[in-house]
């Protein structure tokens, strides 16, 4: 988000809120010290809600003012086209492709051996591993995060892009390209360190940080009094739905391949405690 008008604490800004809530304009209000910020979301037009807080301030009366903003109301009005105004989003999904696309799916082990979470050799039928001591003191610090870059079927990556595309793509236009690469460094570091312990480095996706935007845009919206992302109230049910037939093996038996079900379920509670830990720094709404 980005910030609009500063002014002293003496200034009630309940109105002008409510009527940008009242014509669908994202924003907050941060106090600090003895002054408020007015922030709104980045695809918002600052200039006309500037020459509308002036109108206001100047004794003019807003039920008179309609407003017309691009503003999409909803998830699914995401498109294509955005990415441009989206950078985090953008390189997720350049990067997971190409990454991908140089393992071969998982054909490919002398590329996935330096994107895995540990170095590795196959002798046999026995895999060999560093631990992640030897890991952290090599230097390759990269490796907490790369795994989420490696896909291994068509299906895999398109249904993973799709939601970091859509719900990661609102967090980022809402909350700021900063604050998205936090909760995506955050949940992958975490769900991918929990797959390692319980797996080895044998996997890959970006399915923890899809079930982390998931919860976190959930939990957002529980914890709001005006919801921001307005996600579907049976998507959250979907999620932990499809967690648990991760666990029972069902989508491997229907031929979906091996699931990473420690980094769906670590990046679900990494994305909820970070829901709740930002509510701390990011501006809340008036």
Known sequence: MLPVVKT?????????????????????????????????????NREKVLDLFNY??????LNKIKVQV?????????????????PATAVLIFLSAVITLLIDFGGNANWMVIFSFADF????????????????SSGELWRIWTPMFM??????????LLWVWMIGGAIERLQGTAHFILLVLFSA????????????????????VVFAVLGYTWLWDQLSSRPLFKLP???????????????????????????????????????LAFALISRVWLPRAA
């Open 8 to 44: 002293d604490l003496t200034v009630d800004l309940t109105e002008f809120t409510h009527f940008l809530w009242a014509n669908d304009i994202p924003h907050r209000v941060v106090e600090e010290d003895d002054c408020q910020t007015l922030f709104v979301a980045a695809h918002i």
């Open 151 to 160: 896909h291994f079927s068509l299906l895999h990556i398109l249904f993973n």
């Open 121 to 136: 050799s196959l002798n046999s039928s026995q895999i060999e591993y560093q631990t992640l001591s030897t890991m952290i």
């Open 189 to 208: 570091a975490l769900s991918n360190l929990a797959q390692f312990w319980v797996t080895g480095p044998l996997f890959g996706g970006l399915s923890g």
């Open 56 to 61: 206001w301030q100047e004794g003019g009366d």
């Open 233 to 271: 109230k049976a998507l959250f049910g979907f999620m932990i739905f499809w967690l648990v037939l991760g666990y029972t093996g069902t989508l491997e038996f229907i031929g979906l391949g091996a699931i990473a079900n420690t980094a769906h379920l670590t990046g679900l509670l990494s994305g």
């Open 70 to 86: 691009k503003n999409p109301k909803s998830l699914s009005s995401f498109n294509i086209a955005e990415l441009k105004q989206l």
